[in-house]
Structure formats: C-alpha cells, structure tokens
C-alpha cells in the first residue's frame, strides 16, 4: 500500500519554510525522498534509515519517526530552485529487493 | 561513477504497434533495475524490477514484458500499445549498501525517462 503524502501542493515565497508529512500504514525500514522537476526525471535527495534518524540535503532535512510510521521533509528558507513535486519512496517488506512504493507527489511552488 | 542511460527520450507511436525501451547502466555490476511508470500529472508505479540477468518480476498485470539480457542492460516491450500505454517510462538502478554493518538498504537511481505518446 503507497504512503499518504500531505499536503497536496504548497506555494511559497522565497525564503520561507515548508514541512511535506509522508505517513504509512504499516512499519516503515527507510524512507526516500525525492524532487521531480517539470519534463524530468525524479532526482535521489535522501535517505533515512530505521532508528530515527535526521538528513540534510543542503538547506533541505527530513526525519523518521518510526512509532508514528512517517517522515517529513522539512523546506528552509526555500529558494526558487525548491519548486518541484516531491515523492516519499518506501519498500513494501524488509526484503523488497530495493523495490519502493511512492506517494502521489506534493507540489511546492517557490515564487520571488 | 554511475550513469544510467535511456532512449529514445521521446516516442510517439500508434495504437497496435510494437515498443521497445532500452535502459543501460554503466560503472556499477549486477545491480537491480526497474520499470517505472509515470502517467501524466501522477506518480510513479512499479511496472516491473529485476535483481539479475533473466530474472524479472511483474508488479503489474498489462501488456508490457521485461527483459534483462544482459547484466546492465534492461528493456521494455509490447507487442500491441493502447492508448493507455502513454506516459513517462523511467528506468532506475539500485545497488545494496549497509549501515553499521547490520542495516541493509538500497539508493535508488533514474534514469532521464522516455516519454510514450500512443495515438
């Protein structure tokens, strides 16, 4: 079953912050996130491992929480070059083969 | 470092006509491919993965085949398209790496996509 991301889409001006909750029904082993651009292919930002752990990715981090079975990415003083639709990727067993399921994408639109 | 190749970028071909996507990764050995697709405006779905030469596994029932002929080469075919077959075709690679020695996990690659019109 693919993970629920919320929210759906998110505008922002430059410079402020967003927070993207990626939430599973069953128990999560890792989260991956990623950033499609309009026209191209998603592009690997991160990778959180089971036991809690936080990433960064320039001015981009996310954490795992695995009791509550999600993940948010956390957008800092977002710059123009954030806009893209962001997925959260987890595999579907512990021996998936590196197999992922995605989310439906959250759209952030970072505006001057 | 590794690099992951498609082509063609873009196809556009009638109903009933045959594909081929070919996929191929460079500077890595026996890594794990996959089939995704990307219909317009959603997200991305697990057409098919293989974790070595001849061995694909189906996620999704259609008229789509894989084939992994050799160890860094994946391919994608049909014999017939539909109109529903249209989409953005991406490949992508993983190999397994380990954390503390105990955690096993994959990253996850794409390849620049091939974008499937079916008229």
């Known amino acids: 079953q693919q993970p629920v991301q919320s929210p759906q889409a998110v505008i922002l001006r430059e410079g402020e912050d967003a927070v993207i909750n990626c939430s599973s029904s069953k128990a999560l082993y890792s989260v991956h996130w990623y950033r499609q651009k309009h026209g191209e292919a998603p592009v690997f930002l991160m990778i959180l491992l089971k036991g809690g752990e936080q990433k960064g990715h320039d001015k981009i981090s996310a954490s795992f929480n695995e009791k509550k079975q999600q993940s948010s990415l956390y957008l800092t003083a977002s710059q123009l070059s954030y806009s893209g639709t962001y997925f959260c990727g987890i595999p579907p067993t512990t021996d998936s083969w590196g197999k992922l399921q995605f989310g439906a994408g959250t759209q952030v639109v970072v505006t001057p | 470092s590794q690099t992951i190749h498609q082509w063609p970028a873009t196809l556009v071909q009638p109903v009933g006509s045959p594909l081929s996507l070919e996929c191929t990764v460079e500077?890595?050995?026996?890594?794990?491919l996959y089939w995704y697709r990307q219909a317009a405006g959603r997200g991305l779905q697990l057409l098919f993965y293989?974790?070595?030469?001849?061995?694909i596994s189906s996620e999704v029932p259609q008229n789509l085949s894989a084939s992994r002929p050799q160890d860094r080469q994946f391919i994608l075919s049909s014999k017939k398209l539909l109109l529903s077959d249209s989409g953005f075709y991406l490949c992508?690679?993983?190999?397994?790496?380990?954390?503390?020695?105990?955690?096993?996990?994959?990253?996850?690659?794409f390849g620049p996509g091939t974008r499937l019109t079916v008229t």
């Open positions: 293989s974790v070595g030469i001849g061995q």
């Open positions: 992508a690679w993983s190999v397994p790496r380990t954390k503390d020695s105990t955690k096993l996990y994959y990253e996850q690659y």
């Open positions: 500077g890595t050995s026996n890594p794990n």
